[in-house]
Structures are given as structure tokens and as C-alpha cells.
């Protein structure tokens, strides 16, 4: 499976706005599989940009954005505040 920096973004965006909760069921990214958005979690935390809860991937558990994520996330919103 590829990267996408758009789903990226997204589940950054997401675990900004619901992090530290616990879920049930998937993490909902309209327009993604639940595999792809699965993949994109695990990268994202093997990179150090989001912290997983013990049970994240099974849906039980919290999410939640490390500094480098909050970093990395702010970039990306200063790139599309010059775009436009």
C-alpha cells in the first residue's frame, strides 16, 4: 500500500480533534477503506507522529498526536495557507 498525504493529513486532523478518546469500531475518514486508514495509523505511529493506545488497532483504544505530529501537522497547514 502506498502513502497518501491527503489521508494523512486527515487522520492527523482527526486525532487532533478526537485523540485521547477510546473508539468503537473503525476511525471514520470519508472516502477511505478501513484498511488504508489502519495502514496510515500504524505508519504514523511507527514515525512518531501519533502515540497509539495498547488496544488502538483493535479499536479500543485512545489516540493521540506526539509533538512531532503537532509539528508536522502545523506545516501542513502553513503549506495550504500559501497556496492560497
Known sequence: MRRDFNLVRKVLVF??????????GPIPIDGYERDAVVYHI?????????QLGQETLTNAGPLML???????LDQLRKSDANKT
Open 15 to 24: 486525532v487532533e480533534e478526537h485523540g485521547s478518546k477510546r473508539f468503537k
Open 42 to 50: 500504524q505508519i504514523l505511529a511507527d514515525g512518531g507522529f501519533i
Open 66 to 72: 506526539t509533538w512531532k505530529g503537532c509539528d508536522y
